[in-house]
């Protein structure tokens, strides 16, 4: 069965500190995607990232950048310099290549960014 | 344009009320979908719009009612909810129907059923 586990249920880091949300991952597919998504305050679920299983480069952009490792299933997700903006909830996701239109999403790490 | 417009942003009905929910997109995306999330949970998909046909009903309550009317509009027909259905409801879009796209979400309909 496919999963995703996200234990850090919370964390809260000083402005400017490097964090680490994790996301491991379970299926038997060989096709398969990874997403991570912010959800703040106002609701909306933002895009941040999709990951092929077949590509394994880890992935930067601006202050975020993503470690992805098929060895121990793990897709994690780094913010250097944390800001106050980047307080919301993280969500990491995973699919198939099967069509089945659904996510499974982890549970979410709620990350407070104090000033 | 590259946003999900929801309205409205909050809605209260009574148990008795009709009313509906409606998500705009004018990115050309050709799928559409409705989430449910409950607080400190995940998203709980709901429906699936491919060019504008109904895919997916994941086994959702008749008292939820989608519809989409062209490419651009997806509507969800809300009567005799309980108020367990409260919730956030999201609406999404991707280019194509299918879970290996990323999707582009809106800010959701806060739902308090009373």
């Known amino acids: 069965a496919q999963k995703v586990t996200q234990a850090q249920t919370e964390i809260s880091v000083v402005e400017k500190e490097d964090v680490t949300l994790d996301c491991v991952y379970e299926t038997r597919d060989t096709t398969y995607y990874l997403f991570w998504y912010k959800q703040p305050p106002s609701g909306e679920l933002v895009f941040l990232i999709r990951r092929n299983s077949f590509d394994e480069q880890n992935e930067i952009s601006g202050r975020y950048s993503w470690n992805f490792q098929k060895s121990t299933s793990s897709f994690n997700f780094t913010i250097t310099a944390s800001q106050v903006v980047d307080s919301a909830v993280y969500f990491c996701?995973?699919?198939?290549?099967?069509?089945?239109?659904?996510?499974?999403f982890g549970t979410g790490t709620r990350l407070k960014v104090l000033a | 344009d590259t946003e999900v417009t929801q309205t409205p942003k909050h809605l209260v009905m009574g148990m008795t009320n009709k009313k509906s929910l409606k998500c705009e997109q004018h990115?050309?995306?050709?799928?559409m979908y409705w989430y449910k999330q409950k607080a400190k949970k995940p998203p709980e998909l709901m429906f699936v719009?491919?060019?504008?046909?109904?895919?997916i009903n994941e086994s959702v309550p008749s008292r939820f009612s989608p519809e989409c009317p062209n490419s651009s509009l997806l509507n969800l027909h809300l009567h005799a909810l309980q108020p367990e259905d409260s919730a956030l409801y999201l609406c999404a879009s991707s280019q194509l129907a299918g879970s290996d796209y990323g999707y582009t979400f809106g800010s959701g309909t806060r739902l308090t059923v009373v």
């Open positions: 996701a995973l699919s198939d290549d099967s069509g089945t239109y659904k996510y499974i």
């Open positions: 719009y491919s060019y504008e046909k109904l895919s």
């Open positions: 990115m050309g995306h050709r799928a």
